[in-house]
């Protein structure tokens, strides 16, 4: 398979503290690319350096043969480039509809109208209704995303991603803080959305993570120490010896 997304010899440093160690790796069409490590091993900062939010000292960031390394996270999220994060990022003041119908708006190239409700427009309204259909929340569409539970609001994130009609998207924890049942329903979602588009995701929900990938990158002090199958990862003896006894599913 062709790759989607290339990254080559991407360093970033914090003053000495040196993040991200000539990181190298590909994303592939239609999988989910998984990206492990214990905490602080630098796998938001590299999310960041990908998406344009954080800018490399050295390296390039390839996506779909292009180089984007100098593109701004705008620029990148135009091209394509979707993600969400560890913490949620919706207009809790409005109504899950029209946080979507809003992304919409974003993605047809219109600004923002915060004074006049988007998902009055029918033709947005719409468009934000089919995507919280595809993610399980069309029944909670009038709730104020602020009211929502903390899985619906995960569930409200992908959706706004979505909205923008990603060609990748990069997804940070998108487990973080629910419970068995949400996690469950997540990783369903995430099943399906791979066939719209393939997934870079950093989780540290191991049982998650080798449900969902195809294969799996694994970063420690900012260096990846093994790429393989779930499978070659199971069965590395560095992956193990890395995570300090950290669980890796069986």
């Given at each position: 398979?062709?790759?989607?997304?290339?990254?080559?010899?991407?360093?970033?440093?914090?003053?000495?503290?040196?993040?991200?160690?000539?990181?190298?790796?590909?994303?592939?069409?239609?999988?989910?690319?998984?990206?492990?490590?214990?905490?602080?091993?630098?796998?938001?900062?590299?999310?960041?350096?990908?998406?344009?939010?954080?800018?490399?000292?050295?390296?390039r960031v390839r996506f779909e043969g292009r180089d984007v390394s100098a593109l701004t996270l705008a620029e990148r999220a135009?091209?394509?480039?979707?993600?969400?994060?560890?913490?949620?990022?919706?207009?809790?003041?409005?109504?899950?509809?029209?946080?979507?119908?809003?992304?919409?708006?974003?993605?047809?190239?219109?600004?923002?109208?915060?004074?006049?409700?988007?998902?009055?427009?029918?033709?947005?309204?719409?468009?934000?209704?089919?995507?919280?259909?595809?993610?399980?929340?069309?029944?909670?569409?009038?709730?104020?995303?602020?009211?929502?539970?903390?899985?619906?609001?995960?569930?409200?994130?992908?959706?706004l991603a979505l909205a923008l009609q990603p060609k990748l998207l990069l997804l940070d924890e998108p487990m973080a803080g629910?419970?068995?049942?949400?996690?469950?329903?997540?990783?369903?979602?995430?099943?399906?959305?791979?066939?719209?588009?393939p997934l870079l995701l950093v989780e540290h929900d191991m049982a998650a993570v080798f449900e969902l990938a195809d294969r799996?990158?694994?970063?420690?002090?900012?260096?990846?120490?093994?790429?393989?199958?779930?499978?070659?990862?199971?069965?590395?003896?560095?992956?193990?010896?890395?995570?300090?006894?950290?669980?890796?599913?069986?």
């Amino acid at each position: 398979m062709s790759a989607v997304l290339e990254l080559i010899g991407l360093n970033k440093a914090y003053g000495a503290l040196q993040v991200t160690r000539d990181v190298s790796l590909e994303v592939r069409a239609g999988e989910v690319h998984a990206l492990i490590g214990p905490n602080g091993a630098g796998k938001t900062t590299l999310i960041g350096q990908i998406s344009g939010a954080l800018r490399p000292e050295s390296g390039r960031v390839r996506f779909e043969g292009r180089d984007v390394s100098a593109l701004t996270l705008a620029e990148r999220a135009r091209a394509g480039l979707g993600r969400t994060f560890q913490i949620t990022q919706i207009l809790p003041e409005f109504t899950a509809l029209e946080n979507v119908a809003l992304a919409v708006q974003a993605h047809q190239g219109h600004s923002f109208r915060f004074f006049r409700a988007a998902a009055r427009d029918t033709r947005l309204n719409d468009a934000a209704m089919a995507v919280l259909a595809e993610v399980g929340l069309a029944e909670r569409a009038r709730v104020l995303a602020g009211a929502l539970s903390h899985g619906e609001r995960r569930s409200l994130e992908l959706a706004l991603a979505l909205a923008l009609q990603p060609k990748l998207l990069l997804l940070d924890e998108p487990m973080a803080g629910t419970g068995p049942a949400e996690t469950e329903h997540l990783v369903a979602l995430l099943k399906q959305v791979k066939q719209r588009c393939p997934l870079l995701l950093v989780e540290h929900d191991m049982a998650a993570v080798f449900e969902l990938a195809d294969r799996i990158s694994v970063l420690v002090y900012g260096e990846i120490i093994a790429t393989g199958t779930p499978e070659e990862i199971r069965a590395n003896a560095d992956v193990r010896a890395a995570y300090l006894g950290e669980e890796i599913p069986a």
